[in-house]
């Protein structure tokens, strides 16, 4: 064949004829492994031909396979692979893991018992400019080896080390996010209904140093002084009956622990309750529902006072350190909500804000 005399040329349509021509005469006896070792395709050339399953592997699924402690060390681990596998920037990353893995977590409570909560966790470790990544389900393992302990700040330290040991980072944050229950009183009728409050507990390591952080969602109703003053003066003026606006409202309150004495999530709740007392009702009978219009009577709050009064409670507390507050009036009055920010101390001043922090607030009923 003149074919293998032109290689290097530039083939035409009679070359590419007799190449072909060769080919099917050799892959007609040739062995079907040795086909799919030079192209599995070239089995389609042959009448009716398919391409070979080489090499030949198993579709059934193995039940009774055990890995061994070889066969696992012979496995692929692309993430803590060598660093010129890292994509993109050789950079360090702050917080690199998994969000919202969800597992039933016993917790201590002020009044001495346990309560088994849903919880979602959150834990990141950081990652240092020249590793390629971390794997994941670590994380996963290190705390589910605490899973069935009664979890409390001391718990939860534990697990950060176990953790930040089996991933070989200096800075590391677990959060676990839940709704917390709590039997409240109506203000008269004497009936009593669960209270629910979206809580996070927080244990973060940077530099060497850890904070531990509590988290509470308090929804409230804010009446609003200006419209309360202006519904007075139409009665008063104009015998004109008139309403003041007040709304659904929000304050996230996220406090450092400090000291030797714990702060117990319903001591947290205390206090919010404390600054702004207008919490919003469970069971309600036709006599609550006046006492809660008497109690926002009372107690008119712009968003600005709202933030300031949970502050005042938070400075007089000696269990608490830094503090932010991000209140939310979700306006009866206007199409757009009314917010506030007030932070103490340096853990959470910032600069700059997630832009979805605020609507973050909007609690559905």
């Known amino acids: 064949m003149n074919f293998i005399k032109k290689i290097g040329e530039n083939p035409d349509a009679k070359d590419a004829q007799e190449a072909l021509a060769v080919l099917r005469a050799w892959a007609e006896t040739a062995d079907p492994v040795e086909v799919a070792r030079l192209d599995p395709a070239i089995a389609r050339l042959l009448p009716d031909g398919k391409v070979s399953n080489y090499p030949d592997l198993s579709r059934v699924y193995p039940e009774d396979f055990t890995p061994d402690a070889t066969y696992r060390a012979s496995m692929p681990d692309l993430q803590n692979g060598p660093s010129s596998l890292i994509v993109g920037a050789k950079a360090q990353i702050q917080h690199v893991g998994i969000s919202n893995f969800r597992l039933p977590i016993r917790f201590h409570t002020r009044d001495g018992g346990d309560l088994t909560l849903e ?114 003066h139409a009665r008063q003026r104009r015998g004109q009956l008139a309403t003041p606006h007040s709304q659904r409202s929000v304050a996230r309150l996220s406090a450092v622990e400090e000291g030797a004495k714990c702060l117990w999530y319903e001591d947290l709740i205390d206090m919010a309750r404390a600054a ?90």
Request: hydrophobic share 40%; aromatic share 10%; with cysteine.
């Open 119 to 232: 919880t979602s966790v959150t834990g990141t470790v950081s990652l240092g400019a020249e590793k390629k990544g971390i794997n994941m389900s670590r994380i996963m393992r290190s705390f589910y080896a605490h899973a069935e302990s009664t979890f409390s700040f001391d718990v939860m330290e534990s697990a950060l080390d176990d953790y930040k040991a089996h991933l070989g980072s200096f800075d590391a944050r677990i959060q676990m996010r839940f709704s917390f229950p709590m039997k409240v009183a109506s203000l008269r009728s004497g009936l009593a209904g669960w209270q629910y409050y979206d809580i996070a507990l927080e244990l973060v390591e940077m530099h060497g140093v850890r904070k531990r952080v509590i988290h509470l969602d308090y929804v409230y109703s804010s009446t609003c002084p200006c419209s309360l003053e202006l519904s007075e």
């Open 276 to 365: 702004v007392p207008t919490e919003t009702q469970v069971m309600v009978k036709r006599e609550d529902e006046q006492a809660f219009a008497e109690l926002n009577a009372a107690n008119p709050i712009f968003v600005e006072d709202a933030a300031r009064s949970f502050a005042e409670r938070l400075l007089a507390d000696p269990r608490v350190g830094d503090f932010r507050i991000v209140a939310s009036h979700q306006e009866s009055l206007h199409s757009h909500d009314a917010v506030s920010v007030l932070t103490e101390g340096a853990t959470f001043a910032s600069e700059s804000l997630d832009p979805r922090l605020f609507s973050s607030l909007h609690k559905p009923g």
